[in-house]
Structure formats: structure tokens, C-alpha cells
């Protein structure tokens, strides 16, 4: 750092020092109960009405944190049969996904053994994301506070072990390269910061707070990416947060007034001249609250002292032997419906088999014809007939009443077709990031969910028809923002970044690409919804 620049960074840093005198203690309080205030606002006054996991996770995160879990049973539910949706998952589920999951659990004391060991201690595909699993891996384990079973894949220690020997010569830390980054560089500060009694994590600590703080720029905020944004402002925060640092410290005072040039009415921006970001708000109110937690002596990713539950009353405890072999019973019945659903043909089956069995009378017909010297022309007319109805099957809606009841209800009013396809990826797998996007979840045709129908209630977004699509042909879906917008990161595996900076999932309507997030844009019957995966913007005609 040049001396002009540290004399210039030292002044910044005196005024806002200064300033502070003027700033009641109070004022990140204040914003946080604001921001909280929208987004209750934007869910009909309460932040935890209609919520469910993917939708707003890191502010709902915050809210428990300050306020505790009451209110919000019906989102954790949510939470936890997602969690178990992903746990039960025959294919890749990215660790970060169940890690997230454990992180709200445990905030609430709900994270249990076989959580917290899929997210973290008996997962063998952290490799297969890359460092940042690792990293939320130990979140995740510092936050649960359980015990790590005695065949753990990774410990607290092992995590630990390997984040550290990521460490570069200047002390901070990078997702690839030799240049720190100042968000990845924030993430392993606060995910080692718990674990800082031990002396050789501390002095790794101790490089990349030195680190961090040679990050910041002249006029108190951050950068990633060689571009200054609200977002590293906040996990510069979070991070000397979650090492004991207040607002008294002129780094951290620094740091969070650059965070407030972003912020807007409604939430905050990424970039200064930008609109509400989603994503901008998430983590800025991570950085309130790790502000507001370490007034109380707690860090945000940390394990929550819940208080000590009463023992349950002798009404509460005393469910007879009949009561408990009546849920049995029921529960069985329930399963045993569910298997004869299974087993019952469904109505893309039955299309297929009246296709085949059509055509192949067809072409019988016409072999018959053919084979007893094209005698008689009735026997062609009826094969050419057959084969004709069978191509005419695929054009029919067949429907077993199951299906039908279950997807055009009264509420389903919208029918909207569906596809996902990451076809320029094909045409780029010399840029791959196997770290981020192994080969293999590359489809060989690109269509990673082919074009569909899907009944939607009215007022749904294409947000609500992807999830909708994804969940019929058990496609996972990643996700992230607030009630102010929603960002996808990854369809079926094939993620964001994983054929270079630029390279991430689009969505259009009738060819249109529309500028509003997929979780704002409702939709009307017969829209056409593609989500497009770019390597580039400006490809295919990708023009923002």
C-alpha cells in the first residue's frame, strides 16, 4: 500500500472515528428492524408467511437469531422436509444445499444427528463443489455443536486442517488463483473464529485478519472480483464481527458505513448506482446481525446456548399403547396407499403403450399387404390408419384421474410449458470448472428438463413453474435471495460459474427475456418459459 493510500485510508477512517460520536450505538439496530419490517411487510406482515426453504433463508437465519423461533415453525418445517427430500436423493446433492438446511436448524435447536452427519460428517462430495463446502461444512458443524460420530468422514479439526492449508502468502484466501479474495477470505475468518482456542488456528487467524484489513480500500469498502460491491462490505464486517471487533473499531465503522452507501427504501443494492439485490440484502443483514450479536457475547455462525426445555407434563407423556398402535396403523395405510399410486400406471405410460401397440399393428398391417402381393388395398388403409392414430396418441392429453384431480384443481388455473437447457455448455466444455460442474451432470443433448406442461395455481411465478417442473422429473434446483428477488444458481446440477465469470442460468417468456427476477414475473396460461444456461453474456442472443 502506497503512503499516500494509508495516509488517505487513515483520515477516512479518523472522520468516520469522529463521526461515531454523532451515531447512536443504535443505528445498525435500527436498520435491521427496518429491513426486517419490509420484508415482514412483503409477506403480509409476517417474514414467516408462506416461507419455505430457498425463499429468503438467510434473513429468515437473522430474525431467529435476534428474535427467537417462535412464529416461525411452519418455515422450519419447511426446512426440515426439504432437508430430508435432499438426505433421501438418489443423485449428487450439493453439500452446501444440506448445510444451509442444518445452519436454520440449528439456530432453532432442530438440527439433529442425521443431519448434521449428511451436511458435514459423513459426506464424501465436498471435493466435488470445491473449497466453499468445506468452509459452510465447518458453519455448519460449529453451529450444530454435535458430536462427531466415531467413523466421521471430516471433523471440525480435518475441515479446519484443510481450510488452512488453502492459506495464501498473504494470508487471505481464494475459491482459485493467488489473489486474495476479500469475501471467500471473510468466509474462513468467521468459520474458523470458533475454533480459535486452538493456537495454530489463531495464528492462521491472525494472517488473514492482516490480510482482510490490507483489502480494504481508501474509502472504507471492499471489493471481489476487482469490482467494489455492498456484498464484500458485509462479510468484511461479518467477519472482524465474528472475531470480537465492534463498531468502536475503525475498520469495522469503516466497513459498514461503505455497506450503508447501498442501502435503499426497500433493501440494499449490489453495486452503488444499482437497484435492490436480493442477495445484497441477505448478507447485508447478516452483517447487522453479526453487529447486534456481539453486543451479547455471541457470533453469528456459532452454537445457540438454547435455555433448558421444562420436562414434559404427565398429559403430555401418557399416549396410550392403543393411541401410539393407531398412528401405526395409520402411518401403514398411508404407505400402502402410497405404493398402489406407484405401482398405477400413469398417463404418460399409457400414451406410450397405445402408440406402441397401435403402430405395430400398423406396420403388421402394412407387412400383411406387402407380403400377399399388395392384393388387397383394405389391409394398407388400415395399417396406414393405425399408424396415423398412433402419431395422433401424442398429441392427446391422457390424464389417469389421479393426475388430473391432483394438478387442475380449482386453484391450478395456469397451464404453462417449461424447459431448461444449458446447450452453449456443450459447446464450451473447454472452459469447464470440473470443481464447480463435474462432466457428468452435463446432459449430452443440453436439455437438462425437457419442454413439459405444468398446471400452476394463478398468481404463480416462473419461479413457481420451474420448482413445479423440477420436482416431477426430481431435478434439483438451487436457489437464493429475499422476498426482493430470487436468484438461481444451479438447475439439475449444472451451476453458476462453472464455464467462467460469466457463465450462469437466464430465463424468457415467449422469447423475452423479462428485467425482473423469476420469482417476481407471474404468468399468464400458455406462456413458454425457457431457462437458458450462458458461458458468456451476449451469446445466443443473450443481450443483457
Not at 455462525?301 to 438454547?306: I, P, T, W
Not at 424447459?419 to 460442474?437: F, P, V, Y
Not at 439439475?492 to 424468457?508: N, P
Request: aromatic share 8%; net charge negative; proline share 3%.
Amino acid at each position: 500500500m502506497s503512503v499516500i493510500k494509508k495516509v488517505f485510508l487513515a483520515v477516512c477512517i479518523a472522520v468516520v472515528t469522529a463521526a461515531q460520536t454523532a451515531l447512536p450505538v443504535s443505528a445498525y439496530t435500527d436498520r435491521l428492524s427496518q429491513v426486517f419490517e419490509v420484508s415482514a411487510q412483503a409477506h403480509g406482515g409476517d417474514l414467516f408467511n408462506g416461507l419455505s426453504f430457498g425463499d429468503s433463508d438467510w434473513t429468515a437465519l437473522c430474525h431467529i437469531r435476534m428474535h427467537g423461533a417462535d412464529g416461525a415453525e411452519e418455515y422450519l418445517d419447511t426446512v426440515e422436509d426439504a432437508a430430508e427430500e435432499l438426505m433421501e436423493s438418489e443423485g449428487f446433492v450439493r453439500p452446501t444445499e444440506l448445510q444451509r438446511a442444518a445452519i436454520i436448524l440449528a439456530a432453532a435447536g432442530r438440527c439433529d444427528e442425521q443431519l448434521i452427519n449428511a451436511a458435514v460428517y459423513m459426506n464424501e462430495d465436498l471435493s466435488r463443489q470445491g473449497f466453499n463446502a468445506y468452509i459452510w461444512a465447518l458453519i455448519a458443524a460449529n453451529c450444530a455443536d454435535i458430536d462427531e460420530p466415531a467413523a466421521a468422514v471430516n471433523t471440525r479439526q480435518s475441515l479446519a486442517e484443510y481450510i488452512i492449508s488453502k492459506q495464501l502468502p498473504d494470508g487471505g484466501f481464494a475459491l482459485r488463483g493467488t489473489a486474495a479474495d476479500t469475501d471467500i477470505t471473510a468466509a474462513v475468518i468467521y468459520s474458523l473464529a470458533p475454533l480459535d482456542e486452538w493456537e495454530w488456528v489463531q495464528t492462521s487467524l491472525n494472517s488473514a485478519e492482516q490480510c482482510l484489513s490490507a483489502l480494504q480500500l481508501e474509502n472504507g469498502g471492499y471489493m471481489t472480483i476487482g469490482v467494489e460491491n455492498c456484498e464484500s462490505s458485509a462479510q468484511a464486517v461479518m467477519a472482524f464481527a465474528a472475531l470480537g471487533y465492534s463498531m468502536d473499531d475503525p475498520r469495522v465503522a469503516a466497513a459498514y458505513e461503505a455497506m450503508e452507501l447501498y442501502f435503499r427504501a426497500d433493501g440494499y443494492a449490489h453495486l452503488p448506482d444499482g437497484d435492490v439485490s436480493g442477495v445484497a440484502t441477505g448478507q447485508a443483514v447478516q452483517a447487522l446481525t453479526a453487529l447486534a450479536l456481539l453486543e451479547k457475547g455471541e457470533r453469528l455462525y456459532d452454537a445457540v446456548k438454547l435455555p433448558e426445555l421444562p420436562e414434559p407434563s404427565d398429559d403430555a407423556a401418557s399416549q396410550t399403547a392403543e393411541e401410539v398402535t393407531s398412528d401405526m396403523q395409520n402411518e401403514s395405510s398411508e404407505e400402502q396407499e402410497d405404493d398402489k399410486t406407484d405401482a398405477a400406471l400413469n398417463g404418460g405410460q399409457i400414451k406410450l403403450i397405445l402408440t406402441v401397440v397401435l403402430a405395430a399393428c400398423g406396420a403388421a398391417a402394412m407387412v400383411v399387404f406387402f407380403v400377399r402381393g399388395r392384393k388387397n388395398r383394405s389391409v394398407l388403409i388400415l395399417g396406414v390408419a393405425l399408424v396415423i392414430a398412433a402419431a395422433g396418441v401424442q398429441l392427446l392429453d391422457i390424464r389417469t384421474p389421479d393426475e388430473y384431480y391432483s394438478e387442475r384443481t380449482e386453484q391450478q388455473e395456469l397451464i404453462v410449458t417449461l424447459s431448461a437447457e444449458c446447450g452453449t455448455a456443450l459447446d464450451n466444455m473447454d472452459k469447464i470448472d470440473q470443481a464447480i460442474n463435474p462432466r457428468d451432470v452435463i446432459p449430452d443433448d443440453g436439455m437438462v428438463i425437457y419442454p413439459c406442461e405444468v398446471a400452476l395455481a394463478d398468481g404463480s411465478t416462473a419461479l413457481d413453474a420451474l420448482i413445479a417442473a423440477a420436482r416431477e422429473d426430481r431435478i434439483q434446483v438451487d436457489y437464493s435471495g429475499t422476498s426482493y428477488g430470487v436468484y438461481i444458481s444451479g438447475i439439475g446440477h449444472v451451476y453458476e460459474f462453472g464455464f467462467g465469470a460469466m457463465s450462469g442460468w437466464l430465463y424468457r417468456v415467449n422469447g423475452e427475456y423479462p428485467q425482473m427476477s423469476c420469482g417476481a414475473y407471474e404468468l399468464k396460461n400458455g406462456d413458454v418459459v425457457e431457462f437458458v444456461y450462458t458461458c458468456e453474456l451476449g451469446d445466443r442472443d443473450f443481450d443483457y
